[in-house]
């Protein structure tokens, strides 16, 4: 497996097979193409698509009508997250199955650690 961070130059003498320490309050938020919606990629394997990530939202934002397209998993750290189906709030953890569907909120914001096997497959007119 071939993995990173978003803080590529922190991996430079660790072998593959070694503990890969990170330290996510050195590492900057960076924005995504969602409005309000940032993440500090924590670790990475681009050939599986697997990764886990810091996300950060503002309050209001909202992550767009997606498929999951394998098991995510999330823990919120503050914050509430929210769809169709329920609500998660602080050291609550949801997971979702593959094939699940939604449009996830963050109405005061939320800041949460998330897991996913594999990217989301958007369905909104953006892709």
């Known amino acids: 497996m071939?993995?990173?961070?978003?803080?590529?130059h922190?991996?430079?003498a660790v072998a593959p097979q070694d503990s890969h320490y990170v330290d996510p309050d050195a590492l900057p938020w960076v924005a995504t193409r969602f409005p309000g919606?940032?993440?500090?990629?924590?670790?990475?394997?681009?050939?599986?698509?697997?990764?886990?990530?810091?996300?950060?939202w503002a309050p209001g934002a909202e992550l767009p009508f997606h498929?999951?397209?394998?098991?995510?998993?999330?823990?919120v750290l503050?914050?509430?997250?929210?769809?169709?189906?329920?609500e998660c709030g602080p050291g609550q953890f949801v997971w979702r199955a593959k094939g699940s569907r939604?449009?996830?909120?963050a109405p005061e914001g939320a800041t949460m650690l998330a897991f996913f096997l594999?990217?989301?497959?958007?369905?909104d007119a953006g892709g």
Do not use: C
């Not at 498929?67 to 823990?75: A, D, G, M």
């Open 67 to 75: 498929e999951h397209t394998e098991i995510e998993q999330t823990y």
């Open 118 to 123: 594999k990217p989301n497959t958007f369905l």
């Open 37 to 56: 919606v940032e993440w500090k990629l924590l670790m990475e394997d681009p050939a599986s698509g697997m990764f886990t990530a810091l996300m950060r």
């Open 78 to 86: 503050s914050g509430r997250l929210v769809d169709d189906d329920g």
């Open 102 to 105: 939604h449009t996830a909120r």
């Open 10 to 12: 922190a991996q430079a």
């Open 2 to 8: 071939t993995d990173r961070t978003s803080a590529p």
